[in-house]
């Protein structure tokens, strides 16, 4: 949202002190936004807290209180002016001063601040916020749990791929603006589209302080200027209006995200134009349905439900969400700004992206997140700050909940890439213990019904019917081809396959001395690369899945290799099965995309802090809305086995596409193999072909690894392949590793 009117900064220093009522002895220069733990290691010399185990010198810092302050001379208002002091966010339990007066005291970091300083203004001016220590929930032990009493995300107090360290401090937009005395607090467009989609009836509701007399102007502009929609009338009065045949907000893979700009001018009695409010806005109409076969039904009564809605429909039309889990990509999210946005959601869309889960783990984005997001055509699915606790049902609680929740809520419906409402991460779980009946999920329901009716609501993900896991290439067991292609479900809104950071990351986080081999007790296991979850001592880094399918590595770059092949393959596996189990299946959302500090080895495509995993190449083309594909059984074979492979065409647009003439390959050791030809029938819109199943018996070769290659005839951009494990049948007898990947 744009207006008129500026929020000009501060000059803040911040100090910290053992008590409340103590004063800092010290105050040094703080950054705004940023984070408290960021002043103070900038202030005492600390190294980069993203190598090593440098982040442990900060986690004293949870259990201090911490005062900002900033001095500043009072403007000359005159008598239709006043000074207010505004923030979008000040993160978690704070106390706002001036010249000594208390004027807020308040817990919850969404929720933003607006307090008219006017009538507290001396010549010379002293403004403090005490921000109290860490929220921790009494009794719980040093982890997750501690943020089950609070409306702040779990994550900084320790994941199994993010440290122990809780951000504390201002983290976003803040400062004083001077404002007339008659001013606008709120405008909001809500709109209804015609059943057809042909035209919309849009109601526009403001809110203004002190503006009795004036009057308010609506305007609509397309992305040409022209005015599409007007309407005028009094402030607080809604105003009604009639947009015909509106250009439609699409994703990005099936249209254009079309976007207009709204204006609402504040004008006093004599016509004058005090104030203006921009934001620019989208049209269209967002659905969670049934998905195809998921209802299941006995012929007589009691009838039930199978499963919950996971079928995006836009505008009309069932869409496949193909996308991963967003986390905030730094560990202080007031240091990410609109151009980190911007390169990640970039990114994103590259791969082919049409839906990001901003996982509940997390923060709720700024705005630039979501602003970034309408202009790339990217739907957001959003969480609300709750996972993996059992959040309680006490009025304290909930008071501080309906508080945040509104203010995201009100905050976030302009925008037409937010798709999903969500209560929050794995809350139906036994480690949760929460259920529909839950009275934060009952209050957000009720919020986002009140508030957002448009847009659809889940209690939590997963639900019924929605699969969280496996993360792991080989899990029980079975490799990642083989547990995919026997699941069934109607939307995969979590999985992962691990994989190791690129050489660079690695060198910025690990002393030289410890980069290889990767070893307990060294940096490898400060960044996560063992013991990081389910007690085993190497999850992440997967050693023993790689000693399966490969022989000792060498080097560190032969290591990342045989790690990067295992994930690239892995994932495309996933994302292919899941779209090839369309349209019972809808959606499949990776753990993860990103990741707020570097990570030695994990599930996400991108590295700390933009670094590409060679893995999301292989997911690039998995995504691709029309292309070629291949079911395959596992990912190891021996000479002499029938290899089989089942061909498809998959296909994600609204068009029909085909026929095509595909031709199937086994290359190794300098060899061609051809095992199939294929003229496929032409595929429906947003329809996938099953074709035939490619067979041979595999021949001895002196390799240790081969390629299934599938080429489209005068389709380039539709061929796939795959790189798969082999071993003669010697190797095979004795035991050893199938691979030696050391390109």
Not at 272 to 291: K, T
Not at 437 to 451: E, H, I
Request: proline content about 7%; glycine content about 8%.
């Amino acid at each position: 949202m744009i207006r008129t009117r500026k929020t000009e900064p501060l000059t803040w220093i911040v100090g910290h002190a053992p008590d409340r009522k103590s004063v800092p002895e010290r105050f040094v220069p703080a950054t705004v936004p940023g984070a408290v733990q960021l002043d103070m290691a900038r202030a005492e010399g600390y190294p980069d807290y993203n190598r090593a185990d440098n982040y442990r010198r900060m986690t004293w810092m949870e259990d201090r209180f911490f005062t900002y302050r900033a001095e500043f001379d009072a403007p000359g208002l005159g008598q239709d002016r006043q000074l207010w002091f505004v923030s979008k966010g000040i993160d978690y339990r704070y106390e706002i001063r001036l010249n000594d007066t208390l004027l807020l005291a308040r817990e919850g970091m969404f929720a933003p601040v607006e307090i008219d300083l006017t009538p507290h203004l001396h010549p010379r001016n002293r403004l403090e916020i005490l921000l109290f220590p860490v929220p921790k929930r009494a009794g719980m032990p040093d982890d997750r749990t501690q943020a089950s009493a609070s409306v702040k995300p779990a994550v900084g107090y320790g994941w199994d791929w993010h440290p122990r360290l809780v951000p504390l401090g201002i983290w976003d937009e803040t400062g004083l603006q001077i404002r007339r005395r008659s001013h606008l607090r709120e405008v909001d467009v809500v709109y209804t589209l015609d059943d057809d989609l042909s035209g919309a009836d849009l109601r526009i509701e403001s809110r203004g302080a002190e503006c009795g007399e004036c009057r308010g102007v609506w305007e609509l502009f397309d992305d040409r200027g022209r005015c599409a929609a007007r309407a005028e009338g009094a402030v607080g009065q809604p105003l009604a209006a009639r947009l015909e045949n509106p250009r439609l907000w699409w994703t990005h893979d099936h249209g254009e995200p079309a976007l207009y700009t709204s204006r609402y001018t504040l004008r006093d009695a004599a016509g004058c134009d005090l104030e203006c409010v921009e934001e620019r806005i989208g049209f269209r109409r967002i659905r969670l349905v049934m998905n195809e076969g998921a209802w299941s039904e006995p012929a007589g009564f009691p009838k039930t439900r199978s499963a919950a809605p996971a079928q995006v429909e836009l505008n009309g039309r069932r869409i496949f969400a193909k996308g991963s889990n967003w986390v905030c990509p730094e560990l202080f999210p007031g240091t990410v700004d609109a151009a980190r946005y911007e390169t990640l959601i970039g990114i994103a869309a590259e791969t082919h992206f049409n839906m990001l889960r901003s996982w509940g783990g997390g923060i709720v984005n700024k705005d630039a997140f979501f602003e970034c997001c309408d202009r790339r055509g990217i739907m957001v699915w959003q969480e609300f700050p709750l996972s993996c606790n059992c959040y309680p049902d006490d009025p304290e609680y909930l008071a501080v909940l309906e508080r945040e929740a509104a203010a995201i809520i009100r905050r976030l419906r302009r925008h037409p890439s937010l798709a999903v409402w969500c209560g929050g991460n794995e809350l139906f779980n036994n480690w949760s213990g929460m259920t529909d009946q839950s009275l934060p999920l009952r209050l957000l329901n009720a919020l986002c019904y009140r508030l957002s009716p448009e847009i659809p609501f889940n209690a939590t993900s997963p639900l019924n019917g929605m699969a969280h896991g496996h993360y792991l290439f080989r899990w029980q067991g079975k490799d990642v081809f083989r547990m995919m292609n026997g699941s069934r479900f109607t939307a995969y809104t979590e999985f992962g396959i691990p994989g190791i950071s690129p050489r660079e990351v690695l060198e910025g986080i690990i002393p030289a001395e410890e980069l290889f081999p990767p070893r307990p007790g060294t940096a490898w296991e400060e960044h996560h690369a063992f013991g990081a979850w389910d007690g085993d001592p190497s999850t992440w880094l997967g050693l023993p899945t790689l000693a399966r399918y490969f022989p000792p590595a060498e080097t560190l770059d032969e290591l990342i290799a045989q790690s990067s092949l295992l994930q690239g393959e892995g994932y495309k596996a996933v994302f292919e099965e899941a779209r090839r189990q369309k349209p019972y299946c809808s959606m499949a959302l990776n753990w993860c995309f990103d990741e707020p500090w570097p990570a030695a080895a994990n599930n996400s495509l991108v590295a700390y802090p933009a670094v590409l995993k060679p893995a999301i190449a292989e997911v690039r083309r998995a995504c691709r809305p029309l292309c070629a594909s291949a079911r395959i059984a596992k990912f190891d074979w021996t000479e002499g086995e029938l290899f089989e492979a089942e061909v498809w065409l998959l296909n994600d647009r609204f068009a029909a596409a085909g026929p095509f003439s595909f031709t199937v390959t086994l290359r190794a050791a300098g060899q061609t193999v051809e095992i199939l030809r294929w003229e496929s029938p032409a595929a429906g819109q947003n329809r996938n072909v099953a074709g035939p199943a490619a067979r041979a018996a595999l021949p001895a070769w002196d390799t240790d690894r081969f390629r299934v290659e599938i080429t489209v005839e005068g389709h380039p951009e539709m061929d796939a392949c795959y790189t798969l494990a082999y071993r003669r049948a010697a190797c095979k007898q004795a035991g050893t590793a199938p691979m030696n990947i050391t390109e």
